[in-house]
Protein backbone atom coordinates (compact mmCIF):
# COMPACT_ATOMS: atom_id res chain seq x y z
CA UNK A 1 0.00 0.00 0.00
CA UNK A 2 1.34 3.56 -1.11
CA UNK A 3 -0.13 6.72 0.72
CA UNK A 4 0.06 10.04 -0.55
CA UNK A 5 -0.38 13.30 0.61
CA UNK A 6 -0.39 16.83 -1.36
CA UNK A 7 0.10 20.51 -0.23
CA UNK A 8 0.85 23.47 -1.49
CA UNK A 9 -2.32 24.55 -3.66
CA UNK A 10 -3.27 28.14 -3.10
CA UNK A 11 -4.74 31.34 -4.81
CA UNK A 12 -2.48 32.69 -7.04
CA UNK A 13 -2.44 35.47 -9.61
CA UNK A 14 -2.49 34.80 -13.88
CA UNK A 15 1.60 34.83 -14.27
CA UNK A 16 2.52 33.64 -11.15
CA UNK A 17 4.66 30.41 -10.14
CA UNK A 18 3.66 27.36 -7.70
CA UNK A 19 4.99 24.47 -6.09
CA UNK A 20 2.88 21.38 -5.40
CA UNK A 21 4.30 18.30 -2.94
CA UNK A 22 3.21 15.10 -2.65
CA UNK A 23 4.76 13.02 0.56
CA UNK A 24 4.73 9.48 -0.61
CA UNK A 25 5.08 6.55 2.08
CA UNK A 26 4.28 3.18 2.30
CA UNK A 27 5.61 0.58 0.37
CA UNK A 28 6.57 3.28 -2.38
CA UNK A 29 9.58 0.75 -3.81
CA UNK A 30 6.85 -0.78 -5.22
CA UNK A 31 5.74 2.08 -7.55
CA UNK A 32 7.18 2.22 -11.25
CA UNK A 33 6.08 5.59 -11.81
CA UNK A 34 4.28 8.72 -10.42
CA UNK A 35 2.29 11.43 -11.67
CA UNK A 36 0.31 14.55 -11.13
CA UNK A 37 -3.19 15.05 -12.50
CA UNK A 38 -5.83 18.17 -12.08
CA UNK A 39 -9.78 18.05 -12.57
CA UNK A 40 -11.30 21.21 -12.81
CA UNK A 41 -14.81 21.68 -12.23
CA UNK A 42 -17.03 19.72 -14.99
CA UNK A 43 -14.05 18.47 -16.50
CA UNK A 44 -12.50 14.99 -16.15
CA UNK A 45 -9.27 13.72 -14.61
CA UNK A 46 -6.63 14.54 -16.30
CA UNK A 47 -2.62 14.13 -16.60
CA UNK A 48 -0.23 16.82 -16.28
CA UNK A 49 3.10 15.05 -16.01
CA UNK A 50 4.66 12.01 -15.01
CA UNK A 51 7.87 10.92 -13.65
CA UNK A 52 9.54 7.05 -13.49
CA UNK A 53 11.26 5.76 -10.48
CA UNK A 54 14.36 6.42 -12.03
CA UNK A 55 13.80 10.18 -11.64
CA UNK A 56 13.27 10.58 -15.32
CA UNK A 57 10.23 12.82 -16.29
CA UNK A 58 7.89 10.85 -18.50
CA UNK A 59 5.44 12.95 -20.05
CA UNK A 60 4.09 16.57 -20.08
CA UNK A 61 0.30 17.33 -21.51
CA UNK A 62 1.07 19.72 -24.14
CA UNK A 63 -0.84 22.08 -21.85
CA UNK A 64 1.98 21.87 -19.49
CA UNK A 65 4.64 21.89 -21.50
CA UNK A 66 7.19 24.70 -21.20
CA UNK A 67 5.65 26.17 -17.58
CA UNK A 68 5.20 23.27 -15.15
CA UNK A 69 8.26 20.77 -14.10
CA UNK A 70 7.76 17.31 -12.10
CA UNK A 71 11.17 16.25 -9.96
CA UNK A 72 11.10 13.65 -7.25
CA UNK A 73 13.60 13.09 -4.67
CA UNK A 74 13.51 9.14 -3.93
CA UNK A 75 15.25 9.27 -0.81
CA UNK A 76 12.76 11.65 1.24
CA UNK A 77 9.65 9.86 -1.16
CA UNK A 78 8.25 13.27 -2.13
CA UNK A 79 7.06 14.38 -5.73
CA UNK A 80 7.06 18.27 -6.85
CA UNK A 81 5.25 20.10 -9.45
CA UNK A 82 6.62 23.13 -10.10
CA UNK A 83 4.17 25.33 -12.14
CA UNK A 84 5.18 28.69 -13.74
CA UNK A 85 3.26 30.84 -16.31
CA UNK A 86 -0.15 30.18 -14.28
CA UNK A 87 -3.04 30.83 -16.50
CA UNK A 88 -7.13 30.92 -15.17
CA UNK A 89 -7.43 27.36 -17.25
CA UNK A 90 -4.98 25.60 -14.81
CA UNK A 91 -7.16 25.87 -12.10
CA UNK A 92 -8.32 22.58 -10.93
CA UNK A 93 -7.47 20.44 -7.61
CA UNK A 94 -4.20 18.97 -8.43
CA UNK A 95 -4.14 15.36 -7.53
CA UNK A 96 -0.63 13.11 -7.15
CA UNK A 97 -0.73 9.29 -7.49
CA UNK A 98 0.78 6.22 -8.00
CA UNK A 99 1.23 3.12 -10.66
CA UNK A 100 2.94 -0.27 -10.15
CA UNK A 101 2.81 -1.36 -13.42
CA UNK A 102 5.01 0.23 -16.19
CA UNK A 103 2.96 2.50 -18.11
CA UNK A 104 3.37 6.15 -18.99
CA UNK A 105 1.58 7.64 -15.63
CA UNK A 106 -0.86 10.02 -17.42
CA UNK A 107 -4.08 7.49 -17.71
CA UNK A 108 -6.41 8.15 -14.60
CA UNK A 109 -7.97 4.80 -14.74
CA UNK A 110 -4.33 3.14 -14.90
CA UNK A 111 -3.11 4.48 -11.56
CA UNK A 112 -3.48 2.19 -8.33
CA UNK A 113 -2.95 4.90 -5.57
CA UNK A 114 -4.22 8.85 -4.57
CA UNK A 115 -3.97 11.33 -2.53
CA UNK A 116 -6.91 13.26 -1.54
CA UNK A 117 -5.47 16.31 -3.80
CA UNK A 118 -4.46 19.97 -3.77
CA UNK A 119 -6.65 23.44 -4.99
CA UNK A 120 -4.84 25.32 -7.09
CA UNK A 121 -6.94 28.82 -7.84
CA UNK A 122 -5.41 31.06 -10.84
CA UNK A 123 -7.45 34.70 -10.99
CA UNK A 124 -6.86 36.68 -14.21
Known amino acids: EVYLLEYGGASVQAGGSLTLSCQAS????????MGWFRQAPGKEREGVASIDSSGNPLTYADSVKGRFTISQNKIKNTLWLHMSSLKPEDTAMYYC?????????????????WGKGTLVTISS
Open 97 to 113: AAEVSVSDCMVPDDMDY
Open 26 to 33: GDTSSTYC
